[in-house]
């Protein structure tokens, strides 16, 4: 008997024909399936999340998990373990206008967390200063948050992150004032007794993200901070530390509308150093040239440690719209692939963003990084990832944040979970 056997790959799906010399014959469809549910309960309003993070928070019995809605003018806290939809506990801040982005610490050393609240203040690109950085703490005898002003008059704050950035055992913040053609990237040092004071590393719009993490392993706090608007850089602030720092641009795309999107820090290899990943994949670039494709600029790059503070480039995934990576184990082999979402709004119909998968993710195969596009219709505009096990079975979820600014995925929640399944099924056809 001869047996024949092709393959055809279409998008994420792998079809497997294998034919035999008889009257029929067997079809295998072997791909992925992605499937969608709502982690907390919808609303009335228009799902626009900004972001959704896991964090430190005593308040909760396991972990804890926060999204925010600057529309809203409020952030949420989910404790889990939970059954989807899980319960939240929505919280309005007296002294904040949009909250963009939280963080967690214990602050004011009184052993007990509190969250830093990033209030971008305007959504939309302005210059305006309404940006502000607020502390919201949580009153473990009655219940009741409460929440003070620590810096205000800023130009749209998109992060405050908290570190050790001087050395002197209580938690500073980072601080990204993204603003629009004026901002800056900086730091606010913590004197205690509620007190901050502001410095300035380099005053360029266009701050998305600034984390305090230690990229060279000596033992203190650099920033990595992903710059977009006129510069479109990856910047490294290396500490001398005591709160010194001197920044250096590791990666500059040399063109406005390169879309830088978002950062993230891990281990690319297991070689035991900090790589550097971000997305680039604004589709909002208002200079992007009608004759370009997005394809051509868009996607996932990394910054790869080589040691003695060297990093090399690479563009690993091409990828319109791409917004947030995460490192996950969406296909459940047990070995974590880089999950990317795009963000891609349908503003007026002007602009054809293509057809491609809005998620996709890299698969190591032992020697290389292999681009997978599912098909799906998960039809809403991601724009943040959170990996974690909500529902307490020992395997994280994806979360992603709908941020659905136009109101373009009808019906589909404000956090939702993805999940992939597998389908494998060989039905029998017969020749006619």
């Not at 209030?119 to 502000?132: F, Q």
């Not at 053609?181 to 590393?201: C, F, K, R, Y």
């Not at 641009?249 to 390169?258: D, G, H, K, M, R």
Request: contains cysteine.
């Amino acid at each position: 008997m001869v047996v024949l056997v092709s393959l055809l790959v279409v998008g994420a799906f792998f079809y497997v024909f294998v034919q035999e010399e008889s009257e029929e014959k067997n079809v295998c469809l072997i791909g992925y399936i992605l499937q969608q549910e709502d982690v907390v309960n919808q609303t009335n309003s228009t799902a626009v999340v900004a972001n959704v993070r896991a964090v430190q928070f005593e308040g909760g019995g396991g972990g804890t998990f926060v999204f925010t809605e600057p529309l809203e003018g409020s952030f949420s806290i989910v404790d889990y373990p939970c059954e989807f939809p899980c319960e939240e506990v929505e919280v309005n801040i007296q002294n904040g206008t949009a909250p963009l982005r939280l963080d967690s610490g214990d602050f004011d050393g009184d052993g007990v967390d509190e969250f830093v609240l990033s209030d971008i203040g305007i959504l939309y690109p302005s210059n305006l200063k309404e940006g502000r950085v607020v502390m919201v703490e949580f009153n473990t005898s009655t219940d009741i948050f409460s929440d003070y002003v620590v810096a205000e008059n800023l130009g749209r704050v998109a992060c405050a992150d908290g570190g050790d950035l001087d050395g002197d055992g209580d938690l500073d913040l980072t601080l990204c004032e993204f603003g629009n053609d004026e901002g800056s990237v900086g730091w606010l040092e913590n004197q205690g007794n509620q007190n901050w004071t502001h410095h300035i590393l380099d005053e360029k719009p266009g701050a998305i993200e600034a984390i305090p993490i230690d990229i060279d392993g000596d033992g203190d706090l650099d920033i990595v901070s992903i710059i977009s608007q006129l510069d479109e850089e990856i910047i490294v602030y290396w500490n001398n530390g005591v709160g010194g720092f001197v920044g250096e641009v590791l990666f500059s795309a040399n063109t406005t509308y390169f879309g830088m999107s978002g950062v993230n820090i891990d281990d690319l290899e297991g070689d035991g150093d900090l790589d550097i990943f971000f997305t680039n994949g604004d589709m909002l670039d208002l200079d992007f040239p009608e004759d370009e494709n997005y394809w051509d600029y868009h996607g996932l790059s990394v910054l790869e440690n080589q040691g003695n503070g060297s990093f090399e480039y690479s563009r690993l995934m091409a990828f319109s719209g791409a917004y947030d990576s995460i490192f996950h184990d969406i296909d459940g082999d047990g070995v974590d692939e880089i999950v990317v979402v795009g963000f891609r709004p349908i503003v007026d119909g002007s602009k054809d963003w293509g057809t491609e998968s809005n998620i996709a993710w890299l698969d190591w195969d032992g020697e290389d990084w292999l681009g997978v596009f599912p098909v799906n219709n998960i039809a809403t505009s991601m724009i943040s990832l959170e990996s974690i096990d909500v529902n307490g079975d020992g395997v994280d979820e994806l979360l992603a944040a709908n941020h659905d600014v136009y109101s373009i995925g009808e019906g589909i929640g404000r956090v939702i979970s993805i999940t992939v399944s597998w389908v494998d099924a060989c039905p029998t056809v017969m020749d006619v």
